[in-house]
């Protein structure tokens, strides 16, 4: 099970009472943004574009104890930049396992075995380590070579520790399959907890913007890599966002679902999203027009968002709405291999990314070859 029965017991009883007192909106998971700073420069990333003066700055834990207790949530994402750059995370992340937060400290693992001595094994603490893939792919998103080999080295170390361990993966156009597939197996060999999945989101800021995956696209590559899925691969997510992400479901975005606090304040309106800031929590709620987030808002920053900050929520949210809900979550979790012969078609299908579209499009409005012309229009279909 990639999920302790202690910790879904805690979610599952928060959500219950947030219902039994008729709060439409409610926190699920906060994320907590300690710092800015990181030792990667993703081309993807749009959190480190921030001027050298914000990236030395970081939160106090005891302005970190207060965001946690303010929002209420019973889970803490504390993602980045890079946590472990932190010079006080060792008292961040033992504060909020004393006050029984289930944390998931999300870094690349660059440092985590230089840094693993500061920590305790709990079943309050897990390292969600981002990979991105097999190590080409991996490497070639984070622009380092050699950083899958350093983040594998270091999920080894935290597992044979007895620490819990996850993976965080973010995919964008190009991303072949076959080689995800290979890495979902690559995984569960490394013996981590279990695996989270999301389509990279197009920030402004972001050096490469050509990479980000639009929804239609969003839905067909998540339905080749995760039907006709292997029994055990273990996702540390809720089945029923994987199937939105396949295309079976459809949710709307409930941004308040995962609230942001960073150096800033609290993020209008979500962690991907920068709108301005409230000084509390309960102003967060309350004052953020959440009607304009959003595809259904007609937001042209949200069209193409299916992002896990924005719309597991929202599927938590189904699993405990109805009896519908629990039974559909429940099936999928015990019986999701999701035959699909059309999508084992697709595994066989050669990788088309639209970039690349883009630029042979390009070529051949510019007076190309012949050859040219025909690998254009080939790729076209």
């Not at 970081?58 to 207060?66: G, K, M, T, V, Y």
């Not at 504390?78 to 029984?100: D, F, M, S, T």
């Not at 964008?172 to 995800?180: E, L, R």
């Not at 900050?309 to 709405?321: I, K, L, Q, R």
Request: hydrophobic share 40%.
């Amino acid at each position: 099970m990639a999920v302790p029965v202690s910790q879904m017991w805690t979610v599952a009883s928060y959500v219950l009472k947030q219902r039994m007192a008729g709060r439409r909106r409610y926190p699920l998971v906060l994320m907590l943004e300690p710092l800015f700073r990181c030792n990667l420069a993703c081309a993807g990333c749009g959190k480190i574009q921030y001027p050298a003066h914000v990236l030395k700055m970081h939160l106090s834990p005891e302005e970190c104890f207060r965001a946690v207790e303010e929002c209420g949530a019973p889970m803490v994402s504390i993602p980045g930049g890079e946590p472990l750059l932190h010079p006080e995370i060792r008292q961040i992340v033992e504060g909020l396992v004393a006050r029984k937060k289930y944390i998931y400290l999300c870094t690349n693992a660059l440092l985590l075995r230089e840094k693993i001595d500061l920590f305790t094994p709990s079943k309050y603490l897990t390292f969600s380590v981002h990979v991105d893939g097999e190590k080409e792919h991996h490497d070639f998103s984070v622009c380092k070579e050699g950083g899958f080999d350093q983040a594998i080295e270091g999920v080894r170390e935290a597992v044979r520790r007895g620490f819990r361990v996850t993976t965080n993966t973010t995919l964008f156009d190009g991303a072949d399959p076959n080689s995800v597939r290979s890495f979902f197996d690559q995984m569960m060999e490394l013996g981590v907890e279990g695996m989270m999945l999301s389509p990279g989101y197009s920030y402004d800021k972001a050096p490469d913007q050509q990479h980000f995956l639009g929804r239609a696209r969003t839905r067909r590559l998540f339905r080749a890599i995760l039907s006709n899925r292997k029994p055990e691969w273990r996702f540390n997510m809720s089945p029923l966002f994987l199937e939105f992400l396949m295309g079976k479901r459809h949710y709307t975005c409930t941004p308040w679902g995962m609230p942001t606090f960073n150096l800033f304040g609290w993020q209008k309106p979500c962690y991907l999203l920068q709108d301005g800031y409230a000084d509390t929590f309960a102003e967060l709620m309350e004052a953020t027009e959440w009607e304009k987030y959003g595809t259904e808002s007609g937001n042209p920053k949200c069209a193409n968002c299916m992002v896990h900050s924005g719309y597991e929520a929202s599927a938590v949210h189904d699993n405990f709405n109805s009896w519908r809900g629990f039974v559909d979550t429940a099936k999928a979790t015990l019986f999701g291999r999701y035959a699909d012969p059309e999508a084992l078609e697709m595994l066989k299908e050669p990788v088309k990314p639209v970039h690349a579209r883009a630029g042979l499009v390009q070529l051949q409005l510019a007076g190309a070859s012949q050859g040219e012309k025909q690998e254009a229009e080939e790729v076209q279909a």
